[in-house]
Structure formats: C-alpha cells, structure tokens
C-alpha cells in the first residue's frame, strides 16, 4: 500500500481502493490483509460499496485487532482462543477506534448470537444494549428507515451560521448517519457535538458555504471527520440552544 503514503498519488489510490471494495477476496482473504495501515483499513470499512457482508467485516476486523496486539496464531481459529483479561482489554482497546464503523443492524440475529456475543467484552456497554434491544424487540424502528428520516430543506442563502452554542440531540439509538462525503460519517449516541463555543466562535462543524464544511474536534472525541469535506447528504434530528452553565457543565 505504497501509494496511501504519498497525497500526490490520490487518483491511484481511490482506484486501488474502488477495485478492492468491488472484489475485496483479493485482501481480506489473505494474509495480507492483517498487514493493512490503520487509515487503509478505516477508509476500506467506511466505503458503502465494499461488497461484503457486514459479519465478514467484524470478523475480520477483530482479527486484524488480534494480530495488531500479537496475539495472533496462524494455525488457530480466533474464534476459538481463550482470551485473557489483560488481551481482551488490549483488543477492546485497540477495537474501540472502529467498532462504530461496523452497520451492526446488518448482522443478523443469529450471526450476532453466534458470532458478535462470544466477544461481547469488546463492545462497549451502551452499543450491545443498543444492538440487543433492536435484535430483541419486536417492531424498533431502524434509523435509516425512510420513516424515520426527516431531512431538513438546505438553507436558501448561500451561507449559513448558528449564533451561540448548539448541541444535536439523537432521539434514537443506535448508529445515525449525519454527514456523507466519500464514505460515510456517524455520529454515535452520546457524542452529540457542541456547535461554537461559549464566546459565539466555531468550533466542531462549520458550514462557511453551501455544501462546503470544515471539522476540528474540540468537544468531543475525533470520530474521523476531514477537516475539509463537501456534504452530499445530512440529516438533523433535533438541535437544542444549551445554557452556558448547562455547557460548563454546573
């Protein structure tokens, strides 16, 4: 993967990374595969068109967790290890910078059962009581079902701007898609974004022209978002004007 260490040669690799999502046996059935640099595997799992199926994506993604804390045995099934605590820490700790990138409502029942729960450990809590209560309870409606996404109208003036401070407020749980630019950019319940600080400047998203935005985490946890990125898609659930003392937490 020489070409993702020189920006020069972006064009070959977004065709390197389009031919791998379009046949990607070529790498994740090899041993290639847990070689991988982290920012290839995260652009490879993000894509929306890497043909596979969501619990091939774990499985092997876990792998690759496993073999980056050297624990990995060539002539063992993964699935197969008892783990120590201390590994399993070392794993869910490595795990947690992707573990929001896996579509968990893709994976069936089943292969959750048999599959995700045997490393229930590495999920955080809050996601497997997420994922449990989908798989679980009758009739929970999936964030990304039509009836269940109210896409606001884009503002008609070229450019926008929010006075004070903002925090987006998920009325749902589960993973929600909020920004599309290549890949796909979630957020996650509990990492709802302050939108300009107490003194009225930007901080985490800034929209400056229409369909042109910046990101520089500052109140909540890098989630991978570009600095710079153009939106094809977004979706607002409900934004609440917080106090100052609500946001200095007092």
């Not at 109208?153 to 998920?170: D, H, M, V």
Request: with cysteine; hydrophobic share 35%; charged share 25%.
């Amino acid at each position: 993967m020489l070409t993702f260490q020189h920006d020069s040669l972006f064009s070959l690799q977004d065709m390197i990374i389009q031919s791998i999502c379009q046949k990607p046996k070529v790498i994740f059935n090899t041993q290639y595969f847990y070689c991988l640099p982290p920012n290839v595997l995260e652009t490879l799992i993000k894509r929306e068109d890497l043909k596979l199926d969501e619990i091939i994506i774990w499985e092997n993604l876990v792998k690759w967790c496993v073999y980056q804390c050297k624990y990995f045995e060539n002539d063992k099934d993964i699935f197969t290890i008892n783990f120590s605590d201390i590994e399993i820490n070392t794993i869910k700790n490595t795990l947690e910078n992707y573990i929001y990138l896996i579509n968990f409502q893709g994976i069936s029942a089943r292969d959750f059962i048999n599959k995700v729960m045997p490393y229930e450990e590495l999920l955080p809590r809050e996601l497997k009581k997420d994922i449990l209560r989908y798989h679980m309870l009758p009739g929970v409606e999936s964030p990304d079902s039509p009836s269940s996404n109210n896409t606001p109208e884009p503002p008609q003036s070229p450019t926008a701007s929010l006075n004070g401070a903002y925090r987006f407020e998920f009325d749902q749980s589960f993973t929600r898609r909020v920004i599309r630019p290549k890949g796909s950019i979630r957020c996650f319940k509990g990492w709802g974004p302050i939108f300009g600080d107490l003194n009225g400047d930007s901080n985490d998203l800034a929209m400056t022209n229409l369909g042109n935005w910046s990101s520089s985490s500052g109140s909540y946890e890098n989630v991978g978002i570009p600095n710079h990125f153009k939106v094809e898609e977004w979706e607002v659930f409900q934004i609440k004007k917080k106090k100052e003392y609500e946001l200095l937490g007092i």
